[in-house]
């Protein structure tokens, strides 16, 4: 069904933060990086045809009924047995909801990302590659999946006792990263990606992880891939959905984090180490892509 393109203005989106999304569990836990619920529709309080954005991931998994949504121009309708993660950032509409709706949802933050041992670039690259990851007709993955939220969901929840909480956790969020990039690795041969552009991409990525804290111009990445900046930001586009500047600024943000939570430094010096010509401008930046001042971002609590 075709669709006119939506658009919305800042000022009419409504934001949803990890922050209030934590007050809604009913029960304490243990890794504040990631939330698993069960969700109906009188759980909702998402209203029809109107622009939202999230600063975390979102994974669904729709055990019964539907929901339709739109992201980026792009409608999605997702029925019982299908999966769907949804990237930060991106605002959606929520077009309908049926009346028997039920599924399991994951929520989890970029600092969970880097908490749990995987290179934070790679997962970026996984999850990056379409408005949103769609998948459908996979039974065996449906069931694997569920299974391993199940077992994220009661290891995360502080009133059940477990010595080895925060291993088993990284376990079962390891084996859901792992399950969701294979079924893609097996299907990326449909999509319409020469092996030319897929080798830029992932060269992009290379130099993205080596020099992103000193280098943030596009220029400085085209040049040693031997294209022009035009080139680049078209494969990008094409196999990433997102430019060349975005993926660089969502490496930058998640160092910035990592830094000002895991380190002694202070912000004038995370600005240093990142190559900011002085903390107003880093400070900026950050609260451009974050919502809130590294002054803020650094007094709060990851866990």
């Given at each position: 069904m075709s669709r006119k393109s939506r658009a919305a203005s800042s000022d009419l989106i409504s934001y949803f933060t990890f922050e209030e999304l934590l007050q809604q569990v009913g029960f304490d836990l243990r890794v504040k990086g990631f939330i698993v619920m069960n969700s109906s529709k009188n759980d909702h309080t998402i209203k029809l045809n109107m622009p939202y954005r999230a600063d975390y991931y979102c994974m669904i998994l729709v055990r019964k009924g539907s929901i339709g949504f739109t992201m980026k121009d792009q409608q999605y309708e997702i029925a019982a047995g299908d999966m769907i993660f949804c990237p930060k950032g991106e605002t959606f509409w929520m077009d309908h909801l049926s009346a028997d709706y039920n599924a399991k949802y994951i929520f989890f933050s970029?600092?969970?990302?880097?908490?749990?041992?995987?290179?934070?670039?790679?997962?970026?690259?996984?999850?990056?590659?379409?408005?949103?990851?769609?998948?459908?007709?996979?039974?065996?993955?449906?069931?694997?999946?569920?299974?391993?939220?199940?077992?994220?969901?009661?290891?995360?929840?502080?009133?059940?006792?477990?010595?080895?909480?925060?291993?088993?956790?990284?376990?079962?969020?390891?084996?859901?990263?792992?399950?969701i990039d294979n079924h893609l690795k097996k299907t990326e041969k449909i999509k319409s990606i020469s092996d030319r552009e897929d080798e830029i991409t992932t060269d992009f990525f290379v130099l993205v992880r080596k020099h992103f804290k000193e280098q943030h111009n596009v220029q400085f990445y085209a040049d040693h891939l031997y294209i022009s900046r035009k080139y680049l930001t078209s494969i990008i586009n094409k196999t990433l959905r997102k430019s060349p500047k975005e993926i660089i600024d969502q490496v930058l943000i998640l160092e910035a984090r990592l830094l000002l939570k895991n380190s002694n430094s202070n912000i004038t010096e995370v600005a240093l180490q990142l190559k900011f010509p002085d903390q107003a401008t880093f400070s900026k930046f950050f609260k451009r892509h974050t919502r809130k001042s590294p002054q803020e971002y650094k007094k709060g609590d990851l866990y």
């Open positions: 970029f600092d969970f990302i880097s908490e749990s041992g995987f290179n934070s670039i790679d997962v970026l690259k996984i999850f990056t590659s379409d408005p949103a990851i769609f998948i459908k007709n996979e039974p065996d993955l449906f069931r694997k999946v569920v299974f391993h939220l199940e077992q994220l969901e009661n290891l995360n929840n502080a009133e059940k006792n477990n010595y080895y909480f925060k291993e088993m956790i990284w376990h079962y969020f390891s084996l859901i990263i792992y399950e």
